[in-house]
């Protein structure tokens, strides 16, 4: 009973230390660093685009503001 025990924490040890290094290894990157955020309309169908350049129903593309 008790090497079982010990065996059942030590597992449910190393899964938290790789959890916890996969979440650190990951945070790093910025996978959003190339899309577009800012929310706009669309001059076309007036669909409210929330994310990217490009309206996903006409793909018409954002208007640049002068």
């Not at 996969?22 to 669309?42: G, L, M, P, V």
């Amino acid at each position: 009973m008790g090497g079982s025990l010990y065996l059942l924490i030590f597992i449910i040890t190393i899964f938290i230390g790789v959890a916890i290094f996969i979440a650190r290894t990951n945070h790093s990157k910025d996978h959003y660093a190339d899309i577009e955020t800012d929310e706009w309309d669309c001059p076309d169908c007036g669909f409210h685009v929330q994310a990217g350049d490009k309206c996903i129903y006409c793909g018409a593309k954002k208007e640049l503001a002068a």
